[in-house]
């Protein structure tokens, strides 16, 4: 079951009792009664207008994650309604890619997405057209989410302090697209698999059963320069991956099965390190090996399976070092009483935690001296991951555009960014919606 396309300009998120399989009920929130909430397809120049209604009968506001908008469009958590609606009006004006949307109001965006409010954004620009990659039927937007789910088969969101403050909310069930036990009939042809990483917390180390290979052709903000070849791939909360795969090679059983492979996660040593091990809360521990959906392979022969990939994908114009007026240093870290902090401080709305001139390339690093992975996600902006722990040890989505880099414990990564949005104020946060939650956030202002 694959998202529907959003076929109006009202967006409406309303709460109701849903039963999302025979056995699985959830009280869930979603946007125009769809699960994840109906995909929006634009083309790069267009106007989008969207009336946005609020029923939950709890503050939100919805932010456009990804895209570069006008800081009143960008869903600020100070814009939050608690009724009536928001208006959302901007101009399409940045790279093809595979955007999404989802609430952000303070305190409660985790429970809010883990209900079901979240959909992709789809922007589609001349320069990818002219790839004629797989689409219609061949070009699947998947959103993989994991869920706690009790024994009557109700889906619940109760994090206990621990997950809260440390792991993040771990589910053991996953849903793609809001379906349990997910599968999807493919022809023996390449597909392009549009992967959204929705979950709260858990990350994913994105493989096929048979460690097949796959082509990782685009990331967060696009097309990748160039193709990559992998086995596996990291994908944090937050992130995207654009991949293509072909399932007339290679699969046995005409099945392939898509799986997150165990990963390690590097300790930190240290009294929080092991803290952080003890309050497992049942789900499996992150990198822990996980299914995730079954693609049931038919037999029909299809003359259009081949995709002519060239060398060179897209044009990326990545920001030069040499130009970066500054470097600033973002520390995550874990305080007892506090949780996560970022610079030391907790998210307050209005204070303004970095200033920066419209235009100037900084670079930023990220060092996470806690015992926990931060994915962290700036707003307005794409950026590029120049290296991690002084290596440039890179994954292949890191060789394009990104808006979210996942920083594992003890690990420093340096990314560059140009600040070309209007001026205003956004933020920047942690990905994992349990510690954004709990204020693991901070503005930055562009003046
Ligand atoms: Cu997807 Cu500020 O978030
Ligand atoms: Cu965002
Ligand atoms: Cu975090």
Redesign the pocket.
């Known amino acids: 079951q694959l998202p529907d396309t959003l076929n109006s300009d009202q967006l409406r998120a309303s709460r109701d009792n849903l039963t999302i399989a025979e056995q699985y009920t959830l009280e869930a929130l979603q946007f125009n009664g769809s699960l994840p909430g109906p995909t929006i397809r634009m083309k790069r120049g267009e106007q989008f207008q969207v009336q946005f209604h609020n029923d939950i009968g709890q503050e939100s506001i919805i932010h456009w994650h990804g895209m570069i908008v006008p800081p009143d469009m960008d869903g600020h958590p100070k814009d939050v309604i608690s009724e009536g609606s928001y208006s959302y009006d901007f101009k399409i004006n940045q790279r093809a890619g595979t955007y999404w949307y989802h609430p952000h109001p303070h305190r409660i965006t985790g429970p809010q997405v883990y209900r079901g409010l979240a959909g992709f954004f789809i922007v589609t620009d001349d320069e990818e057209e002219a790839l004629n990659l797989p689409s219609g039927d061949y070009e699947l937007p998947l959103v993989i989410q994991d869920r706690k789910i009790d024994d009557s088969g109700n889906i619940y969101y109760d994090p206990s302090m621990p997950e809260r403050m440390m792991t993040?909310y771990l589910g053991e069930h996953i849903l793609v697209n809001g379906v349990p036990n997910p599968y999807h009939e493919v022809q023996p042809r390449p597909y392009r698999l549009r992967l959204l990483n929705g979950s709260n917390a858990r990350i994913y180390n994105i493989a096929f059963r048979d460690d097949n290979s796959f082509t990782v052709i685009g990331s967060d903000g696009g097309l990748l320069p160039q193709p990559v070849e992998t086995t596996e791939l990291l994908l944090a909360p937050g992130e995207r991956a654009d991949i293509l795969v072909d399932f007339s090679n290679g699969f046995s059983n005409n099945s392939a099965e898509l799986i997150s492979k165990t990963f390690s996660v590097p300790s930190n040593g240290g009294m929080m390190g092991n803290m952080s091990q003890m309050m497992g809360q049942g789900s499996p521990e992150q990198g822990s090996e996980f299914p995730l959906m079954e693609f049931r392979i038919g037999n029909e022969i299809n003359s259009s399976n081949f995709v002519d990939l060239p060398q060179q994908l897209s044009e990326v114009n990545f920001p030069i070092e040499d130009n970066a007026v500054r470097t600033r240093s973002i520390e995550?870290n874990m305080e007892m009483m506090t949780g996560?902090t970022i610079n030391g401080r907790l998210f307050e709305m209005l204070r303004v935690d970095e200033k920066i001139t419209q235009g100037d390339t900084e670079i930023w690093e990220f060092i996470n001296n806690?015992a926990?992975?931060?994915?962290?996600h700036i707003h307005a902006v794409q950026f590029k991951v120049l290296s991690r722990n002084g290596n440039r040890d890179l994954i292949p989505t890191e060789t394009g555009w990104k808006d979210t880099v996942l920083v594992m414990p003890g690990e420093r990564v340096r990314v560059i960014v140009t600040f070309d949005a209007l001026k205003g104020l956004y933020v920047f946060h942690?990905?994992?919606l349990?510690?954004?939650d709990a204020g693991?956030m901070a503005n930055l202002e562009i003046t």
């Open positions: 993040g995550l996560h806690s926990v992975p931060h994915p962290m942690c990905h994992n349990e510690h954004e693991m």
